[in-house]
Nanobody
Framework: QVQLVESGGGLAQPGGSLRLSCAASGFTASTYAMTWARQAPGKGLEWVSGIRGDGRNTYYADSVKGRFTISRDNAKNTVYLQMNNLKPEDTALYYC??????????????WGKGTLVTVST
């Protein structure tokens, strides 16, 4: 049974930081690329970041490049998203997803339920 469980969301001030985690089970995480995506209130789903199965290559949306860092610890079957210098426009429900292949961008087949990030004063 494949499961993805996000955690680490919450309330942050502009300029603050949060670290999201995605705990994977039911498959070997190192076999697949992983993705973070988000959905802001009233908006559609936006791709945020992706990481290759072995973690060698990472990818970011322009809106978060230089502020967010994706990483993975395959020994723990866990993927992380370190979010620094948060902005109000980062407010969204953040999802992690399992990609179909070793590399991202070819589609995802499993999704977590999301963790909410709110950035405000």
């Amino acid at each position: 049974q494949v499961q993805l469980v996000e955690s680490g969301g919450g309330l942050a001030q502009p300029g603050g930081s949060l670290r999201l985690s995605c705990a994977a089970s039911g498959f070997t995480a190192s076999t697949y690329a992983m993705t973070w995506a988000r959905q802001a209130p009233g908006k559609g789903l936006e791709w945020v970041s992706g990481i290759r199965g072995d973690g060698r290559n990472t990818y970011y949306a322009d809106s978060v490049k230089g502020r967010f860092t994706i990483s993975r610890d395959n020994a723990k079957n866990t993927v992380y998203l370190q979010m620094n210098n948060l902005k109000p426009e980062d407010t969204a429900l953040y999802y992690c997803a399992k990609d179909l292949l070793w590399v991202p961008y070819y589609g995802m087949d499993y999704w977590g339920k999301g963790t909410l990030v709110t950035v405000s004063t």
